[in-house]
């Protein structure tokens, strides 16, 4: 997601780390890179403008240059006013607790709406609720079934109205219908257009009106980038949204049209679409968001796709080690073994922080396989084994790497992996930002894909040391500032 954006920002963080004597100059080095990587990445103007005031006026201060650590620093900044900026807070669908909600979906013509009223629906679906799908575009008869299909596929009940040309009726009987069936929520899939027009608004205005909508959601397209921006305007004049959802954040999109609708618009992002798949869709967290294109991954998000994916009793038992801070490697087992969808783990990996060149890396790694053989490994070994892992001598290892199929250094490297990701684990909850930025640059060095795979990463991960001049330069700095802490004092 957003990779250009990304790359830019680490760019600009570059020009701070390891200078010698950072100065107001350098530091406006680095913002000026900061600001073309945002006007790049199609942030609308005004946004950009704004987004840069505060940056500067923070980065500028006298603290961030007098810092040992300034591109950490105003990556913190950054972090802080992207959260500002896309938020701050995360703003879900309220559903009432006792009575029919009415969501209202609307959008331009093929934005994503009819898919993100299934996604929804099988979203709160999952949360014990009980929906109803509404075939309220009557502009094409392949849109009735269109969401036909979607709904037996969800399992989840569509209302049709066969030969009714009205939407407003269809919605009126629709939501009347649910009431009867008692449902919890109701969602209406409402027609699009290929450009905004005076029918297509006065026709969402009459259902806005004789329905009365609990919240009413624009789908954008966020491939489309400042028009995404230009159509919530639009809609949000003739409707008065309740939140965005913006689809296929999985493609090339920029991300312009996700950093300016907020402020632009006023209007909260709730979701997003990150995929054709019916799963494919994320509640919106600012804070979230802005550690994902920070490349500090987003945790939340994390926990949220592996309630989804991970099977109940596997995650029990995780749970439960990890509360007893017991994470042996059957409970690693445990956890490997929900990832061998394909796919699975580079999203996984990707909400837990991971840089470009590391993904560049692990597309060429066969990580489901690697699971395999890493489960296939842990099955080879003795209960005792698998609880004090110390245990595993040369002869052992040995047998084990016999039994699994593999070579011997792979169990010891499976060992090795297993010790690095256990205390991430146990420090996994209720980390704050820093940490998650932390634990982001150690699993980047933990190679935990596959046995072998860490020397292979520490090999690539150059630039980190620094020189015995920056070395030098930095104790100086770190006097300096121990010598004006005592002044002060
Ligand atoms: N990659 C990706 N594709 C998406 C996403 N959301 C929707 N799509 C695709 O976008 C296309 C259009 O989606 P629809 O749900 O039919 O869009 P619509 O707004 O209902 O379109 P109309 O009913 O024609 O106005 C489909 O091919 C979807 O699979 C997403 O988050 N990511
Ligand atoms: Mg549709």
Same mark, same amino acid.
């Given at each position: ?21 950072? /100065? ?30 505060? =940056? /500067? ?36 669908? !309220? ?5 029919? /909600? ?16 299934? %996604? ?48 407003? %009726? ?18 209406? @899939?409402?027609?699009?257009? $290929? ?12 259902? @806005? ?54 402020? =632009? /618009? ?22 979230? #968001?802005?550690?994902?294109? $920070?490349?500090?991954?987003? $945790?939340?998000?994390? =926990? ?32 490997? *073994? ?6 699975? #783990? ?24 690697? #699971?395999? !053989?890493?489960?296939?490994?842990? @099955? ?56 998650? #930025? ?17 020397? !292979? ?14 070395? !030098? ?13 005592? *002044?002060?004092?």
């Amino acid at each position: 997601m957003f990779e250009s954006l990304q790359d830019g920002l680490r760019g600009a963080f570059k020009t701070l780390r390891g200078k010698g004597k950072l /100065t107001e100059a350098n530091m406006r080095d680095g913002l000026r890179l900061l600001e073309q990587t945002l006007v790049e990445a199609d942030v609308g103007y005004e946004v950009v403008r704004d987004f840069m005031d505060h =940056v /500067t006026e923070r980065a500028l201060g006298e603290k961030v240059l007098l810092s040992l650590n300034p591109d950490e620093q105003l990556m913190h900044i950054v972090y802080q006013e992207l959260v500002q900026l896309l938020g701050p807070e995360a703003s879900p669908i !309220r559903i009432k607790k006792d009575a029919l /909600t009415i969501l209202m979906v609307c959008g331009l013509q093929g934005s994503g709406k009819t898919t993100t009223c299934g %996604k929804l629906a099988k979203l709160i679906e999952e949360e014990k609720k009980h929906t109803m799908l509404v075939a309220a575009d009557l502009q094409r008869p392949a849109a009735i079934e269109q969401l036909r299909v979607l709904g037996e596929q969800i399992g989840v009940p569509v209302y049709i109205a066969p030969g009714e040309m009205d939407p407003v %009726k269809v919605c009126r009987d629709a939501v009347k219908e649910a009431r009867k069936q008692q449902v919890d929520v109701v969602i209406l @899939d409402t027609a699009g257009r $290929l450009a905004i027009d005076r029918e297509l608004m006065a026709q969402l205005q009459r259902i @806005d009106s004789q329905v009365n909508p609990d919240q009413v959601v624009l789908v954008v397209d966020g491939m489309t980038g400042q028009d995404a921006v230009n159509s919530a305007r639009a809609f949000n004049e003739a409707l008065e949204l309740d939140g965005v959802i913006m689809t296929k954040l999985d493609g090339d999109a920029r991300g312009g049209a996700l950093l300016s609708v907020k402020h =632009v /618009t006023g209007v909260p992002v709730k979701f997003i679409g990150t995929g054709e798949h019916l799963d494919a869709l994320e509640l919106f967290r600012p804070d979230g #968001m802005a550690g994902r294109i $920070l490349g500090a991954g987003d $945790l939340a998000a994390l =926990v949220d796709l592996a309630r989804r994916k991970v099977d109940e009793e596997a995650q029990k038992k995780a749970q439960e080690d990890l509360e007893k801070g017991q994470f042996t490697l059957d409970t690693f087992k445990t956890v490997l *073994k929900q990832f061998q969808e394909p796919g699975l #783990m580079m999203r996984m990996l990707q909400l837990m922080g991971m840089t470009p060149d590391m993904k560049e890396m692990l597309e060429n790694e066969d990580a489901e396989g690697g #699971m395999k !053989r890493m489960v296939g490994m842990i @099955d080879s070994m003795t209960p005792a084994e698998r609880r004090n892992p110390k245990l595993i001598d040369p002869s052992r290892r040995n047998r084990i790497a016999k039994g699994a199929g593999v070579q011997p250094h792979e169990v010891s490297g499976l060992v090795k992996q297993y010790d690095m990701m256990s205390p991430m684990f146990k420090h996994m909850a209720g980390m704050g930002v820093g940490d998650r #930025m932390k634990l982001a640059k150690q699993m980047q060095t933990s190679g935990m894909l596959n046995p072998g795979a860490q020397f !292979r990463m520490k090999k690539g991960d150059t630039g980190k040391r620094l020189t015995s001049d920056e070395r !030098r330069q930095k104790q100086k700095l770190r006097e300096k500032l121990k010598r004006q802490k005592k *002044k002060k004092r």
